[in-house]
């Protein structure tokens, strides 16, 4: 039924415009400061575009969900960490550095830094001098002053109304992470090894943010570009960037 309900909304804003949301404001096209004009309209609205709008079928984006995630220490050889039912929390907080419209070339380019969170739970694998070990529990990360650089390529589609509206149809993020830490709890049942394995995974950072990094930035973008293609099949392009 859910589904059926956000879907319905999608249908029927694609169909019918709902103009702009009171909470974003309009920058001309013809502004030569446009591209500060729309970073203080982003900074302005981003809290309340993060908490999702069940008018327009925006669902929140702070908690956001990833089912799964799996690292290898030092490799597949090494011990096995499965991260499940991942929460993230923080994009309501992040804070946009830069936005710039390339209208000529249909671009949006974007550089946001937020700190995340994530509450989940780890299943662990491997051998401890060559005997097989296995663990799960709950588990923590944190990623401290995560730098985002993301592109988006637009179109100019026609809607049912005969207006003009931007269609994402490209997108692709790159990352930066100052320090990552992570906590797993009840190790093997063993304080002792238990904070050795832990300190083993913060000594490797680094690694696991190589490994586990894509699947959240994609994740990540995935749910923002989702949100803000179905905003923009609401708001005509004359509505979001008069003249």
Known sequence: MLLLIL????????????????YISSCSRNDPNLNECALKSARDSLHQFSQGDPER???????????????????????KVTFKDNYFT??????LENLKFDLENKMIL????????????YDLSGKVL?????????????????LL?????????????????????????K???????????????????GDQINKILNEMWRKIVADVGPSICQSLSTAVVENLSVLLEQVPYDELLPE
């Open 110 to 121: 974007a550089d946001a830094l937020v700190t995340l969170d994530v509450k989940n739970n």
């Open 7 to 22: 879907f319905m909304s999608i249908f029927v804003s694609s169909v019918f415009s709902m103009g702009l949301p009171s």
């Open 130 to 146: 060559l005997i097989p070990v296995k663990s799960n529990g709950d588990s923590a990360i944190h990623l401290k002053n995560t």
């Open 57 to 79: 079928g925006l669902p929140p984006l702070d908690p956001l969900y990833v089912s799964e995630m799996t690292v290898y220490l030092p490799n597949k050889q090494g011990f």
């Open 175 to 193: 990352y930066e992470v100052e320090k990552a830490s992570f906590r797993l709890e009840n190790l093997l049942n063993d304080p002792t090894l």
């Open 90 to 95: 923080g994009l309501s907080k992040l804070h």
């Open 149 to 173: 650089h993301i592109r988006f390529w637009y179109e100019h589609v026609e809607g049912a109304d005969g207006k003009i509206y931007w269609k994402i149809y490209k997108h692709d993020i």
